[in-house]
Nanobody, 119 residues
Framework: QVQLVESGGGLVQAGGSLRLSCAAS????????MGWYRQAPGKQRELVAV???????NYVDSVKGRFIISRDNAKNSVYLQMSSLKPEDTAVYYC?????????????WGPGTQVTVSS
C-alpha cells in the first residue's frame, strides 16, 4: 500500500504565494508521474500540473506563469509553488502519483489540502 500526504495549504490574500508539498510512502518500486489536481465547490476535479519521472511538466492554462511543479525523486515527493494567487484558485488540492509496483502502474491520491484565496 502507498500513502500520499499533502501539506502547505491555507488561507492567503490575492496576490500571495503558497507552497504545497506531497510525500509518498509505502511499497514503492518507482514513481512514474506525479501531479496536482484541484476541485472547487460545485465543480469537477481538474488537473493543475503534472510532472513526469524525467521532469517534463504540463500545466492547465489558467496557472501557466504562476505555478511551478517540481519533484524530488529521492524523497518520493512533489511540490507546487503557487504565486500571484487569485480567488478563483480557491479549491481543495489533491496530490496524485502513478506508482509502479509488482510490474503494474497504480494511481494513488492524497486526502487533499484546502487552499483559500481571499480577495
Amino acid at each position: 500500500q502507498v500513502q500520499l500526504v499533502e501539506s502547505g495549504g491555507g488561507l492567503v490574500q490575492a496576490g500571495g504565494s503558497l507552497r504545497l508539498s506531497c510525500a509518498a510512502s509505502g511499497r514503492i518500486f518507482s514513481i512514474n508521474h506525479m501531479g496536482w489536481y484541484r476541485q472547487a465547490p460545485g465543480k469537477q476535479r481538474e488537473l493543475v500540473a503534472v510532472i513526469s519521472s524525467g521532469g517534463s511538466t504540463n500545466y492547465v492554462d489558467s496557472v501557466k506563469g504562476r505555478f511551478i511543479i517540481s519533484r524530488d525523486n529521492a524523497k518520493n515527493s512533489v511540490y507546487l509553488q503557487m504565486s500571484s494567487l487569485k480567488p478563483e484558485d480557491t479549491a481543495v488540492y489533491y496530490c496524485n502519483a502513478g506508482v509502479v509496483a509488482d510490474r503494474s502502474l497504480f494511481e494513488y491520491w492524497g486526502p487533499g489540502t484546502q487552499v483559500t484565496v481571499s480577495s
